[in-house]
């Protein structure tokens, strides 16, 4: 088996389970790490094919260098939404934020 196929495959699995979280959990915070998960699988996918694919350059790993930094700013910002709904509504379960309005 190829290191590619190796990491690939890590890859999926890393974004399978990051999908069943966000899929099946009902808790916001476990919501948030899920999401946090499968965008480090496709962070991965991107080195991979930087360094092993057709034609390896540097543009895999930069633009994931760039994927990592938005996703800093949206655990920032996911978090800090959190926080206020908290403050507001005394729960983090996802069920419950049906309706911002209220």
């Not at 930069?62 to 996703?71: E, G, Q």
């Amino acid at each position: 088996m190829s290191m590619l196929a190796s990491y690939l495959t890590l890859a999926a699995v890393l974004f399978c389970i990051g999908l069943y979280g966000v899929l099946t959990k009902r808790n916001a915070v476990v919501v948030l790490l899920c999401i946090e998960l499968m965008l480090g699988a496709v962070n991965l996918n991107l080195i991979a094919f930087a360094k092993y694919g057709v034609v390896p350059s540097l543009a895999g790993q930069i633009f994931s260098l760039f994927a990592i930094t938005v996703a800093a700013a949206e655990a920032a910002v996911g978090i800090a939404v959190l926080i206020v709904l908290y403050r507001s509504r005394a729960t983090v379960n996802v069920d419950d934020y049906d309706r911002l309005g209220r």
